[in-house]
Nanobody
């Protein structure tokens, strides 16, 4: 049984930082691309960033480029999202996902088959 579990969310002031973590079990972690998505109240779920199974290629949405960094530790089957210079508009539920497809030019929800329950990030202005 595949389990994807996010952690690290919380309340932070604008300009601050948070690091999200995601562990995945029940699958061969380094066979999967991993991604972060987020969903704010009343909005569609949007892609934030993804990373290739090998870790040597990444993609970022324009809204987070230069502020967020995605990384993975395949030995620990863990995915990370370092979020710096947080803005109020980054407030959302953040979801981790695993998928067998990777694109370095887009992040598509349908490419990911396994999802976590989410961790809330709230940025106060």
């Amino acid at each position: 049984q595949v389990q994807v579990v996010e952690s690290g969310g919380g309340l932070v002031q604008a300009g601050g930082s948070l690091r999200l973590s995601c562990t995945a079990s029940g699958l061969t972690f380094d066979d999967y691309a991993m991604g972060w998505f987020r969903q704010a109240p009343g909005k569609e779920r949007e892609g934030v960033s993804c990373i290739k199974w090998s870790g040597d290629s990444t993609y970022y949405a324009d809204s987070v480029k230069g502020r967020f960094t995605i990384s993975r530790d395949n030995a620990k089957t863990t995915l990370y999202l370092q979020m710096n210079s947080l803005k109020h508009e980054d407030t959302a539920m953040y979801y981790c996902a695993a998928g067998v497809y990777y694109r370095d030019y887009a992040l598509q929800r349908d490419d990911f088959g396994y999802w976590g329950q989410g961790t809330q990030v709230t940025v106060s202005s």
